[in-house]
């Protein structure tokens, strides 16, 4: 539904959580090193993988992608020095 193009957050309707734009929009870029074997080896809760390495995790499925990878558990990777219109980051911020 997002007509193969980025949308301001909050256009779409939230998830179950009330977060926005979690999935779909854009690829996420994860502060994680890429490594194929990471969850084989890492702590299995809230896993963070600091080692330098080529590649950064992507997450979250862009707007060019099928159903089946619109999914935050959709795990991918990339250059950092790579810029795509489906690449993002999300800024959170505390409430007041």
């Given at each position: 539904?997002?007509?193969?193009e980025t949308?301001?957050?909050?256009e779409?309707v939230?998830?179950e959580?009330g977060?926005?734009d979690?999935?779909?929009?854009?690829?996420?870029?994860?502060?994680?090193?890429?490594?194929s074997?990471?969850?084989?080896?890492?702590l299995?809760?809230?896993?963070?993988?600091?080692?330098?390495g080529?590649?950064?995790?992507?997450r979250?499925?862009?707007?060019?992608?099928?159903?089946?990878?619109?999914?935050v558990?959709?795990?991918l990777?990339?250059?950092p020095?790579?810029a795509?219109?489906?690449l993002?980051?999300?800024?959170?911020?505390?409430?007041?």
């Amino acid at each position: 539904n997002s007509g193969r193009e980025t949308h301001e957050v909050g256009e779409k309707v939230p998830n179950e959580l009330g977060i926005y734009d979690m999935s779909g929009n854009v690829y996420e870029w994860c502060c994680d090193w890429y490594y194929s074997r990471y969850y084989s080896k890492s702590l299995t809760t809230n896993p963070y993988n600091s080692t330098a390495g080529s590649f950064r995790v992507l997450r979250g499925g862009g707007w060019g992608n099928d159903a089946t990878n619109m999914r935050v558990a959709n795990r991918l990777y990339s250059s950092p020095t790579i810029a795509y219109g489906y690449l993002g980051f999300r800024i959170a911020r505390m409430a007041p």
